[in-house]
Nanobody, 116 residues
Framework: QVQLVESGGGLVQPGGSLRLSCAAS????????VNWYRQPPGKERELVAR????????TYADTMKGRFTVSRDNARNTAYLQMNSLKPEDTAVYYC?????????WGQGTQVTVSS
């Protein structure tokens, strides 16, 4: 059974940090590129960052550059999103997506709320 399970979300004050995890099972994780998306309240889903299957290449949305870092540990079948200097506008549900060819898997999302 294919699963992607995000964790690590929660409530954090502005300027704080969180690390999200995305644990994969049921497929060969190391073959898949991983994307992190987010959906702010009342807005469309947007790409946050992506990492290649081997972890050698990363891409970030402009508003996340320098604050967010995407990484992965293929031995643990897990991807991570380190988020620093969080702002209220980072409040959203964050989703993990694994993609390889026609295979496209999504997690259930984890809520991140940035508020004082």
């Amino acid at each position: 059974q294919v699963q992607l399970v995000e964790s690590g979300g929660g409530l954090v004050q502005p300027g704080g940090s969180l690390r999200l995890s995305c644990a994969a099972s049921g497929f060969t994780f190391s073959n898949y590129g991983v994307n992190w998306y987010r959906q702010p309240p009342g807005k469309e889903r947007e790409l946050v960052a992506r990492i290649s299957s081997a972890g050698s290449s990363t891409t970030y949305a402009d508003t996340m550059k320098g604050r967010f870092t995407v990484s992965r540990d293929n031995a643990r079948n897990t991807a991570y999103l380190q988020m620093n200097s969080l702002k209220p506008e980072d409040t959203a549900v964050y989703y993990c997506n694994a993609r390889f060819g026609r295979n496209d898997y999504w997690g259930q999302g984890t809520q991140v709320t940035v508020s004082s």
